[in-house]
C-alpha cells in the first residue's frame, strides 16, 4: 500500500535555512569550494521555497503530491494575490539558475544567497500571513454555471 507523502513542518524549513548559512560561511568542512558551497546553499534555499508553497497550498488541495512546482506556482497565484506569486516565480527561477553550473559563468555570490536567504524568509512569513486570510478562488467556466444552476433551484424542505 503505498504511503502518503506528509508534507513539511516549519522545523524542515528553518533547517534548510540554517545549512544555507552554514554553507555560506564556510561549514560542512573542505571538501567543497567556495562556489560549490554557493551552489548548495541555493539548492538548500530552493528546497526551501518548495516547502514553503506545498506548506501554503495544503490545505486547499488534497491532490497536492500530484502536483508538480510549476502547478502548484500557478496556483498559488490564486490564493495568495498576482504581486506575492509572482515574487514566488522570480526567486524559484534565479534559485534554479543558482543552483546549475554554466561553463561560462561564475556562478551566484555571496552577496545573492544572503538576498535570496532575506527573500526566502520574507516569502515564508507573507505566505503564512497571506494563507491565513486567503479563500477558495472564484469558480469559473462551467464549474461556475453548475454552482449557480444548484442555488437557482427551489429547495424541497
Not at 548559512?21 to 528546497?47: E, F, H, N
Not at 555570490?109 to 507573507?126: F, K, N, Q, S, T
Amino acid at each position: 500500500m503505498p504511503t502518503t507523502p506528509t508534507l513539511p513542518s516549519p522545523d524542515r524549513v528553518t533547517q534548510l535555512l540554517a545549512t544555507s548559512d552554514s554553507l555560506l560561511a564556510g561549514g560542512l568542512g573542505d571538501q567543497l569550494t567556495p562556489v560549490g558551497r554557493r551552489r548548495g546553499a541555493a539548492y538548500a534555499l530552493r528546497i526551501a521555497l518548495e516547502l514553503i508553497v506545498a506548506r501554503t497550498l495544503e490545505p486547499r488541495n488534497k491532490n497536492l503530491p500530484e502536483l508538480s512546482m510549476r502547478a502548484q506556482r500557478l496556483c498559488l497565484r490564486h490564493y495568495v494575490g498576482h504581486a506575492l506569486a509572482y515574487r514566488v516565480d522570480a526567486l524559484y527561477a534565479q534559485l534554479c539558475r543558482g543552483c546549475k553550473y554554466h561553463h561560462d559563468e561564475l556562478g551566484p555570490g555571496d552577496v545573492h544567497i544572503r538576498v535570496w536567504r532575506g527573500e526566502v524568509d520574507a516569502l515564508d512569513r507573507e505566505l503564512a500571513a497571506a494563507a491565513a486570510l486567503a479563500g477558495f478562488p472564484a469558480q469559473a467556466g462551467p464549474e461556475r454555471a453548475a454552482a449557480a444552476e444548484t442555488a437557482d433551484q427551489p429547495s424541497m424542505s
